[in-house]
């Protein structure tokens, strides 16, 4: 016999690779099928939500008004310099979620996440925009308007909504969070990175 014998060698994972190949195996389809019986609930519950919520806050008038500080201009600044780039920015934020989607003098439809389309109006002779919600919006018909004003050396950001839709109530108790703090933050930033650039 030959003294020389082939081994065959049969490599094996790990007992816990194993183990967690086995585990995988076992989650993975009660995944799945959690995930399907989620996209069926989601729309059944979000439906539900709705109807509760319109129940709860009855269609009709709402009225609101927030005013955000931006940013101080400068000892040497001229007002105009300073205001002109925030009306850009705030041009180019027109509404919620419409990032890319610059507001014009001709009017730009701008969708939002979940509400629906806007049309965004610009208006260059007192630096505002005013956003028009149209029939497959959510909240319709409700309008916004913003403007960037100048008081006391400081730039503010004017947000008024009026109109007379769904929600009303819950449309006031999240302007301010929503206008004041989401949709003006990007504009704050880029105030305070021109100032800091011209500082340098």
């Not at 995930?35 to 729309?43: C, F, G, K, L, T």
């Not at 709402?62 to 850009?88: F, N």
């Not at 302007?175 to 880029?190: G, Q, S, V």
């Amino acid at each position: 016999m030959n003294p020389l014998r082939l081994v065959r060698v049969v490599r094996r994972p790990p007992q816990s690779t194993r183990g967690l190949h086995t585990t995988s195996r076992a989650i993975l389809p009660a995944l799945k099928s959690l995930a399907v019986r989620a996209s069926i609930a989601a729309p059944v519950v979000g439906a539900a939500g709705y109807f509760v919520a319109k129940k709860l806050d009855p269609p009709g008038p709402h009225d609101y008004s927030v005013e955000t500080e931006i940013g101080s201009v400068g000892h040497h600044e001229k007002p105009e310099l300073a205001m002109d780039p925030v009306y850009k920015d705030l041009k180019d934020h027109a509404a919620p979620g419409g990032r890319g989607q610059t507001s014009t003098e001709e009017g730009t439809l701008v969708k939002v996440p979940i509400l629906g389309n806007v049309k965004s109006t610009a208006n260059p002779a007192d630096r505002s925009i005013t956003n028009q919600t149209q029939p497959d919006h959510m909240l319709h018909d409700g309008k916004v308007v913003r403007k960037v004003v100048l008081r006391d050396g400081k730039i503010y950001l004017q947000t008024v909504g009026t109109g007379n839709g769904a929600f009303p109530r819950l449309n006031e108790f999240f302007a301010k969070p929503l206008w004041n703090w989401y949709m003006a933050r990007d504009l704050k930033k880029k105030f305070e990175k021109r100032h800091e650039l011209d500082q340098e």
